[in-house]
């Protein structure tokens, strides 16, 4: 995909998101309170029903989904309130992160979210200053690798994908939000297994990151992504191509 900011690519290489498997299902329980707020029935929702496969994906056990959905609607007795909020941060080099966050203290996430970007050369930006810079896409990973992957790739564009990357060891498949759903089930149909389907930002132009500054950049993005109210981290940071020959 032009211009994609393989940040994703490090990430896999590097095993930098959800190393914890605690901390995927904290992620996931928050994603499927959030959902379920506008309708508990999955088969109606279609927000919760694309948290509840992921929740599926990453071999969440059913008694977490229920309670997590149970959660929304006051039943388990905890009515804690979750706020969403998008912040807007410049990296070293005036790289453009996106943090989408998930919080029931405003104030202290606030804090540590600057905290991570002050001491990693990073600054938080304008409500509007970079969030031009990314569109929402829906986004489909599949494990492949060589003719494989360049298979899987072109059946994807049949099934209605709008354009993808292929990386050393996956596909991304790009595609409209509300065309994610019938391109799984696509794929599942032609014996391809999706590892992760959600609805993300991608960036719409990159920025080169200098090679003496793509460490540092790595290292603030790996503190935002650990920060524990962070559901995602989106950049536009393009990396040198020698960083992932060493990943």
Not at 14 to 22: E, I, L, Q, T, Y
Not at 56 to 76: F, V, Y
Not at 96 to 108: C, D, M, P
Request: hydrophobic share 40%; net charge negative.
């Amino acid at each position: 995909m032009s211009g994609h900011s393989k940040w994703s690519t490090i990430k896999r290489a590097k095993g930098v998101v959800d190393a914890k498997r605690s901390k995927i299902f904290t992620r996931l329980t928050r994603e499927i309170t959030l959902a379920a707020r506008t309708g508990v029935d999955p088969e109606k929702n279609p927000r919760l029903r694309l948290a509840v496969q992921k929740a599926r994906d990453n071999n969440m056990p059913r008694d977490n989904i229920d309670r997590a959905i149970k959660k929304a609607s006051g039943g388990d007795g905890n009515t804690a309130s979750l706020d969403e909020i998008t912040y807007e941060a410049y990296g070293p080099g005036g790289v453009a992160i996106l943090l989408e966050v998930v919080t029931e203290n405003r104030k202290r996430t606030a804090a540590d979210v600057k905290a991570a970007l002050n001491k990693s050369g990073g600054s938080m930006g304008e409500a509007g200053s970079v969030s031009w810079m990314f569109r929402t896409n829906g986004v489909l990973t599949v494990a492949a690798v060589g003719d494989e992957a360049d298979a899987i790739a072109l059946s994807a564009i049949d099934a209605g994908a709008e354009d993808f990357m292929v990386d050393d060891d996956a596909v991304e498949i790009y595609c409209s939000p509300g065309a994610i759903e019938d391109i799984r089930s696509i794929m599942e149909s032609e014996g391809v297994a999706v590892t992760n389907a959600e609805i993300t930002q991608v960036p719409t132009t990159t920025v080169a990151v200098d090679s003496g500054l793509a460490d540092q950049t790595i290292k603030l993005l790996e503190k935002l992504e650990d920060l524990d109210d962070v559901q995602r981290v989106s950049t536009n940071a393009e990396f040198p191509q020698d960083l992932f020959a060493d990943s």
